[in-house]
């Protein structure tokens, strides 16, 4: 499956962006979809993951509920709207999905094999 991300930018602290991930292919309902992020000098993290009904969601503590995490299966694509964002929230966000049939949703990045290019998401304070 192909990854690309979109919707980064810059945004002052306190504002909102809004991140999409369209993925190409006919299996997009079939994986477990995440986003994780990478900020300069920093190991990439966990952010948020959305199993393939879009029922259960996780998110990493920091963004809980600020973040929000869905997925539009009928249009392959996963998105994250971003509230109140902080300055910390500084990185290139990446999507990826885990291909792994009948897992359940993980919070680990080693569970996910395929990924998007990145899209940067810049808060100024």
């Known amino acids: 499956v192909q990854l690309q991300a979109s919707g980064g930018g810059l945004v002052q602290a306190g504002g909102s962006l809004r991140l999409s991930c369209a993925a190409s292919?006919?299996?997009?309902?079939?994986?477990?979809m995440g986003w994780f992020r990478q900020a300069p000098g920093k190991e990439r993290e966990f952010v948020a993951a959305?199993?393939?009904?879009?029922?259960?969601?996780f998110y990493r503590d920091s963004v809980k509920g600020r973040f929000t995490i869905s997925r539009d299966n009928a249009k392959n694509s996963v998105s994250l709207q971003m509230n109140s964002l902080k300055p910390e929230d500084t990185a290139v966000y990446y999507c990826a999905a885990d291909r792994a049939l009948y897992a359940p949703v993980s919070t680990l990045f080693i569970r996910y094999d395929s990924w998007g290019q990145g899209t940067l998401v810049t808060v100024s304070s």
């Open positions: 292919g006919h299996t997009f309902s079939s994986f477990n």
């Open positions: 959305i199993s393939r009904s879009g029922v259960t969601t």
